[in-house]
């Protein structure tokens, strides 16, 4: 799909890669509706945006409510009369042993990141499948491929997120409707999604480090996330993705031979801790 003329959503559109992506799918042509929970860092990306001369709009969106993201489509389609991309972006990140880590904790991560998801498409694919046309791209993560240890809430979230678009691509063609997916699964990147609590619901445990060896876990990912690739090279890539209809976009080429350790030790027989190497 080209994106000139397009009407993009994108949710978590207010800072890091959505921001990106919004810059990009600007660059092309395509006019944005940002949706975010943030409402101070939303109207800072809008102004920003509209005084570059894009066609933009803000939305203040939370995607673990339905009502909030029906509110967003009637307000994309009332402005612009269609949809044509949705990126389901938004996500939180949290960590710690499965054990350590309080259930609502776990319920938060779950929320955003696959429930968000979830909320997305089902507010916005079946206007895709009533236009005849549409893509939706939804941010997983390479912990969406591989699994690492500290960080169970987050991994299993992408992992469910990657499977929630392969089935969502396979049931859009055998139903025969001309509605794209793409899944977007990047390694490190620079943005705040180790800062993720500042967007944690009132009343939460804020606690996401109980234990010593959270602690660590936690520092590590944060110093590897500032270590990261810049939000535009992941942009670029997904927009790559949306004009030439691909579906999974790996960002980082040395993530290539992470995924394919896992899966030969798995039919190798191997175990996560002791992976065993195939060919
Ligand atoms: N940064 C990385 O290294 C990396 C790697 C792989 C995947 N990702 C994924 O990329 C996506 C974007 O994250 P980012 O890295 O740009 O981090 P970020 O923290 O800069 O951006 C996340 C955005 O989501 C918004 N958000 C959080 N909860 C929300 C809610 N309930 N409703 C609506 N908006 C909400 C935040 O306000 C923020 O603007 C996430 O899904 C993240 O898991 C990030």
């Known amino acids: 799909m080209e994106l000139k003329d397009k009407v993009a959503v994108i949710t978590g559109g207010a800072s890091g890669i959505g921001l990106a992506m919004a810059r990009r799918f600007a660059t092309g042509g395509a006019a944005l509706v940002l949706a975010d929970i943030e409402e101070a860092t939303l109207a800072t990306a809008v102004a920003e945006l509209s005084d570059s001369g894009a066609t933009v709009s803000g939305v203040r969106t ?30 939180v990140a949290a960590g710690g042993p499965a054990w350590e880590v ?23 694919v079946p206007t895709m499948i009533d236009q005849g046309e549409g893509h939706v791209v939804n941010t997983a993560s ?83 996330v500032q270590a990261g690739i810049d939000a535009e090279v992941v942009a670029d890539a997904v927009a790559d993705a949306v004009a030439e209809g691909r579906f999974y976009v790996l960002t980082h080429p040395e993530t290539h031979a992470w995924v394919r350790g896992r899966f030969e030790t798995i039919l190798g027989g191997g175990s996560p801790l002791a992976p065993v190497t195939v060919g």
């Not at 673990?64 to 996500?91: I, K, Y």
Request: net charge negative; charged share 15%.
């Open 102 to 124: 309080s259930l609502d904790v776990w319920r938060w991560v779950m929320d955003v990141n696959v429930f968000g998801v979830i909320n997305g498409i089902h507010t916005f």
């Open 142 to 224: 390479i912990a969406g491929l591989i699994t690492a240890p500290g960080i169970g809430p987050y991994t299993a979230s992408k992992q469910a997120v990657v499977s929630i678009s392969e089935t969502l691509l396979q049931d859009l063609a055998a139903a025969g409707h001309p509605v794209g997916v793409s899944v977007l699964c990047p390694a490190f990147v620079k943005t705040r999604i180790h800062e993720a609590e500042r967007n944690a619901p009132a009343g939460l445990d804020r606690d996401f480090a109980q234990g010593a060896a959270t602690q660590a876990t936690w520092g590590v990912f944060g110093a590897l």
């Open 62 to 91: 939370d995607v673990t409510d339905p009502a909030s993201f029906a509110a967003l489509r009637d307000e994309t389609l009332s402005r612009h009369g269609a949809v044509h991309v949705l990126c389901n972006n938004a996500g």
